[in-house]
């Protein structure tokens, strides 16, 4: 007779678990990229801002570039002002673990002022994934979107393939700022916000795992 003990040591089944802790929020910096006067941004920063906080698991930050006021002249030592700007900035696009652009379409191009936000940083966008949201006339500020992600391509980021675009933005907003027929809209928006999740969640855990290397 096999006279041997049985184990004592819990199997695979009955091994405790660690419970699952939940995700840390996605911090999305938002950037909203038209310093012009008479801007139709803000209309559209406030209507991405309202979707993206029924979005769970996503932490905005409003990145305006004519607040930031960046310099134009890119150089290795700006003055004590344009330091302390600069800064300001780069603290929170190095914070942010996703981005989204709100871009208009300027002669078949994005703003100046975005390009130059863009240009004064490198390692902040590493490894994160970028979406755009764009306005204009009759092409939604899509040719915009589109330049932006060979720049964005050049900085190492991951681009999302789904966009959010107003065509004829003007005549699509009340004098309220509210859309007057947001269920395709507000559907893109989700969509979108989906695929920065994520990318998002996915490139943190990997740039937690192991630092990305540019």
Partial sequence: MDTTAASTQPTASTQPTASAQPA???KVAVILGSNRDGRFGPVIADWFLARAARHPGIETDLIDVAEADLPTRITFSPGPEEAARLAAVSERLAAADAFVVLTPEYNHSFPAPLKSLIDWHSAEWQAKPVAFVSYGGISGGLRAVEQLRQVFAELHTVTVRDTVSFHNAGALFDDEGRHRDP????????????????WGTALR??????????
């Fill in 24 to 26: 840390a929020p996605l």
């Fill in 183 to 198: 269920g395709p809209a507000d559907a893109a928006a989700k969509v979108m916000l989906d695929q920065v999740v994520w």
């Fill in 205 to 214: 855990d990997a740039r937690n795992a192991r630092p990305y290397g540019a």
